[in-house]
């Protein structure tokens, strides 16, 4: 195991700042999202105030370089961060997460004046941003999407866009959506990157869609009907698109698993406390011994998510060789167990569990979502298998 995540009696050994980070997200979530939550998902309100309260906290750029206002941070603080956030809202960390996922696209492949124009704005959460790649034809095959940029204006200063973009978390209300275009031919080497302001003419938003969870992030179709963007907002250089993408998957998948991991730890906690009240047959049900058996699973397998994911991190902040597989490992790993949590602390609150007042089955549906996006958790497979074999 890697010297910077040794385990002690099966928790990793945080270095002080990490405890500090991992601490204020814990503080703000118990603070200012917890006591919410419930109500934004009744009520299908998106939080906008609450999440721009984070930018102050540094959460708006999390690992953004600090000359634009970052935070410069690793991936395994943003772990952290994120795993904190969603004991609280899985659905209001991942919102978070999807924000970051943009805003480091612009560091990362913007020149120094788009840095300077997009993310002050972005890491201080005064703008927040969404991410364009889904369309209602392709999911998982990324690379045959349609939506087309075509070149236009006096020496082509402009790109005219025309499509659609589907499952678009926070559009509608977000302020950017960086977004992935076909520049030339079909296939990945045709993809581009273009950031594309909310009052870019021609774009529009599909009705709010009715989903399982995540209900208080909306989620629409992103339109584009000629669609007029200056050509200066490109990111890098027409054909780099599905290289952007995919250099952001790896970051995405471990954000995406911490959610996991924090809800299903705040479930574990519910099912806990739950048990040590509740009474059947004479005794409290935490002394049957089938729903002892059942607690130490959800624990063992959530710690060894922790591990799993944890370890994930390190490999990306140190740019291992195999990074990649081991971020799809932890991504398929920690979102099927987390799910598996929930679900288990639905069943052992009974009947309870299914009322919304427990949240246990709010966790439940906005957990299941994480097993599909950033990368069904079959292609998670498809991947882990590929790099397997090819070594």
Known sequence: MDAAIEATAGQFELNEDQRAIQEMAEAFAADRVAPNALEWDRKKHFPADVIRETGPLGLGGIYIRDDVGGSALGRLDAVLIFEALSRACPAFASFISIHNMAAWMIDSFG???????????????????????????SGSDAAALKTRATRSGGNGSDYVLNGAKQFISGAGDSDVYVTMVRTGEDGPKGISTLVIPKDAPGLSFGAVENKMGWHMQPT?????????????????????GFRIAMAGLDGGRLNIAACSLGGAQS???KALAYAGERSAFGQKINQFQSLQFKLADMETGLQAARVLLYTAASKLDRKTHDASKWSAMAKRFVTDTGFDVANDALQ????????????????????????????????????????????
């Open 111 to 137: 020149n120094d004046e788009q840095r300077h124009r997009f993310l002050p704005k972005l890491t201080s959460m005064e703008w927040l941003a969404s991410y364009c790649l889904t369309e209602p034809g």
């Open 220 to 240: 629409r179709q992103v339109i584009f009907e000629d669609c007029k963007v200056p050509t200066e907002n490109l990111l890098t250089g027409e054909g780099s």
């Open 267 to 269: 479930a574990l906690d």
């Open 348 to 391: 052992i609150h009974g009947g309870y569990g299914y009322l919304h007042d427990y949240g246990i089955e709010k966790l439940v549906r906005d957990l299941r979502v994480h097993q599909i996006l950033e990368g069904t958790n079959e292609i998670m497979r498809v991947i882990i298998a590929r790099h397997l074999i090819g070594r």
